[in-house]
T-cell receptor, first 113, second 112 residues
């Protein structure tokens, strides 16, 4: 069974530039998550989707971050404009609706210089 | 509020040593508890879980018991291997709202 796919794996951008990350969840998983993991810290939830609706985006910095999940499958996370403190790994995860087990992708590593 | 506290790393052990990584939590209601492992350059993988008090989760020689009275979920392994070197995250899933909250992670390094 294919896992959660993410791209790109690595990205280096200058501050004030924009970047987009893509995620394809495991087939059949209705719930999709984006987490931010800063070096030395645990993952922090940015946004949670149930199908194509937003369940929780309370920790998403909405002045610069946006995310969408059109058609309830793939999702894109965008940062514009990027700041130095956005340097982190962006983890996508998915699960069956109501399941307590979530499956993570390998992450997209962002460095803002 | 809900939170997870893990012992700080790094933890450095010799091969075949006994491992304990402490984890305590604060939560309302009855959360489920998890240990995730992250190998270098990879995403997090579920290692084990326990969904109610006194449950013991186990996988690949690792164990953790859900202790409600001490609000703890310590990870143990009797004999670690070099291949166990990774970062271990304790996490809870809040009941009702279904939110995952992760600890800060504990890096384990096992020396041959």
């Amino acid at each position: 069974e294919a896992g959660v796919a993410q791209s790109p794996r690595y990205k280096i951008i200058e501050k004030r530039q924009s970047v987009a990350f893509w995620c394809n969840p495991i087939s059949g998983h209705a719930t999709l998550y984006w987490y931010q993991q800063i070096l030395g810290q645990g993952p922090k939830l940015l946004i949670q989707f149930q199908n194509n609706g937003v369940v929780d985006d309370s920790q998403l910095p909405k002045d610069r971050f946006s995310a969408e999940r059109l058609k309830g499958v793939d999702s894109t996370l965008k940062i514009q404009p990027a700041k130095l403190e956005d340097s982190a790994v962006y983890l996508c995860a998915s699960s069956f609706a109501g399941s307590d087990t979530i499956y993570f992708g390998e992450g997209s590593w962002l460095t803002v210089v | 509020g809900n939170s997870v506290t893990q012992m700080e790393g790094p933890v450095t052990l010799s091969e075949e040593a006994f491992l304990t990584i402490n984890c305590t939590y604060t939560a309302t209601g009855y959360p489920s508890l998890f240990w995730y492992v992250q190998y270098p350059g990879e995403g997090l993988q579920l290692l084990l879980k326990a969904t109610k008090a006194d449950d013991k989760g186990s996988n690949k020689g690792f164990e953790a018991t859900y202790r409600k009275e001490t609000t703890s979920f310590h990870l143990e392994k009797g004999s670690v291997q070099v291949s166990d070197s990774a970062v271990y995250f304790c996490a809870l899933l809040t009941s009702g709202t279904y939110k995952y909250i992760f600890g800060t992670g504990t890096r384990l390094k096992v020396l041959a």
